[in-house]
């Protein structure tokens, strides 16, 4: 089993921060990525950030300039500081964890998701 602990949620107003936590539990062996999505109501879930074991980050266009991920290997952690935010950047963060699994020769990644953060940016 693999359990995701989230945390740092909140309200803040337009051009507050926020930083949020995930801390990743349980079977882990090889994590490909750890990174967060978020979903607002009546749209669909995206990637905010994610960043793999290698260091290498991807971001949304949103985003860019604004959040920064970061992760602790050691600790199966991984962080979003989330800047100058928005009020479209309201919505329920969810981290992610992708963990490469292998049967055989053939390899696959498998998806795990936290509980979800609501983060409410309003003035």
């Known amino acids: 089993q693999v359990q995701l602990v989230e945390s740092g949620g909140g309200s803040v107003q337009p051009g507050g921060s926020l930083r949020l936590s995930c801390t990743a539990s349980?079977?882990?062996?090889?994590?490909?990525?750890m990174g967060w999505y978020r979903q607002a109501p009546g749209n669909q879930r995206e990637l905010v950030a994610d960043?793999?074991?290698?260091?290498?980050?991807d971001y949304a266009n949103s985003v860019k300039g604004r959040f920064t991920i970061s992760r602790d290997i050691a600790k199966n952690t991984v962080d979003l500081q989330m800047n100058s935010l928005k009020p479209e950047d309201t919505a329920v963060y969810y981290c992610?964890?992708?963990?490469?699994?292998?049967?055989?020769?053939?390899?696959?990644?498998?998806?795990?998701w936290g509980q979800g953060t609501q983060v409410t940016v309003s003035s």
């Open positions: 349980g079977s882990i062996f090889t994590i490909n990525a």
């Open positions: 960043i793999t074991n290698g260091g290498t980050t």
């Open positions: 992610n964890l992708k963990l490469l699994r292998t049967t055989g020769t053939y390899s696959y990644i498998q998806n795990f």
